[in-house]
């Protein structure tokens, strides 16, 4: 043990009471110096002080203690938690709150207390500053929670402002499809692909097909990247190939090289003048039943992702024309 306690820590962590408490001598910054004996028989504990007398004490119940001190008859009661301990005594009951100083009474605070670098105090002034700790903490909580309602309402209006240019693009992509036809953008498609020294019918049929998923599913959403937890738990079984899911992201970075000269990369006449190129291609190395398989794969890669867009429509039109799929309405001949 330290002299004065010194270095020792209470249950919360803070610097005990500085005082000297040995077996017969007890000295204290309050009560000074006093000497002191101690015997317990038969469940009743007696205390000698020469400062404060002679005291018997026992047990009535538990954390209930009663005691008479030089004629004076004493009763201590403590119940409950710190956040509101019920304090009983022969004047009456009280409660209590353990702070970060010390504890507040707040039926009687005379008989609060705060403890700070070993020394206590107590009394009203004990309960000013237990006050006003409780004040600035509760003044951290709501910093914090104001702080987290700004955090939030940032990232909603983050949100909200990408949902609107998401469907201002949308919308723009609409009023250009109203005008577009094969005609006109096979001529864009095929600049791209005389700039950049491709010949579709020279690339793989399975890399043929991995560019056409990436153009309708992902280009044709805005996006440039897949991303497989956005898949739609609704989806059609496999809707994206598990071996093909790598072959997608590369080609999503050939298309990415290829459209970046573009004036607007992601303008609809660039995308579906490629997606009818490729899907030519596609079309030349495969049968007629794989086609429409092909075609019907898209379209499912697609509603993977969430509903078609309206880009993503024109493209379906676009693949039916270039792969030379024939379509027929239900109850067709």
């Known amino acids: 043990m330290g002299l004065f306690k010194f ?4 249950r919360d962590g803070r610097q005990k009471r500085i005082e000297h408490t040995g077996r017969y001598l007890r000295a204290s910054r309050t009560g000074g110096v006093a000497l002191r004996a101690h015997v317990k028989a038969g469940g009743v504990n007696v205390t000698g002080n020469t400062s404060h007398g002679v005291r018997v004490s026992t047990r009535l119940a538990k954390n209930t203690q009663v005691a008479m001190q030089n004629g004076r008859f004493i009763l201590r009661g403590r119940y409950g938690s710190d956040a509101a301990k019920i304090n009983l005594s022969k ?16 039926v009687r605070p005379g008989r609060s207390s705060v403890k700070f670098a070993g020394v206590q105090l107590r009394g009203h002034k004990a309960a000013a500053a237990n006050g006003i700790y409780l004040a600035f903490t509760a003044l951290a909580a709501l910093s914090r929670v104001l ?11 983050g949100a909200a402002v990408q949902w609107g240019v998401g469907e201002w693009q949308q919308a723009r992509q609409a009023r250009e499809r109203l005008t577009l036809r094969v005609e006109d953008v096979a001529p864009v498609g095929q600049r791209i692909l005389d700039e950049q020294g491709v010949d579709p019918a020279a690339e793989p049929r ?8 990436c153009l309708a599913a992902l280009f044709g959403r805005g996006q440039a990247s897949l991303a497989i937890d956005e898949v739609r738990t609704d989806a059609p079984d496999d809707p994206f190939v598990p071996v093909l899911v790598d072959d997608i992201r590369v080609a999503a970075g050939q298309l990415r090289e290829w459209l970046a000269d573009e004036p607007d990369e992601n303008g609809p006449e660039a995308v579906l003048g490629l997606l ?7 079309a030349d190395r495969i049968d ?6 092909a ?9 993977a992702l969430g509903e078609r867009t309206i880009l993503q429509d024109a493209m379906l039109d676009v693949l039916v024309e270039s792969l030379g799929v024939e379509l027929k309405l239900a109850g067709e001949r």
Not at 206 to 213: C, E, G, I, T
Not at 295 to 303: G, I, K
């Open 7 to 10: 270095g020792e820590k209470d």
């Open 91 to 106: 004047s009456g009951v009280s409660v209590s709150t353990k702070t970060g100083l010390g504890t507040i009474n707040w």
């Open 147 to 157: 702080f987290r309602g700004f955090v939030l309402a940032g990232r909603g209006l």
């Open 206 to 213: 399975r890399d043929l097909f991995a560019a056409v998923l």
């Open 276 to 282: 009818y190129h490729l899907g030519r291609a596609l």
């Open 288 to 293: 007629d039943e794989l086609r429409a398989e």
């Open 295 to 303: 075609l019907f794969a898209v379209d499912d890669a697609c509603l």
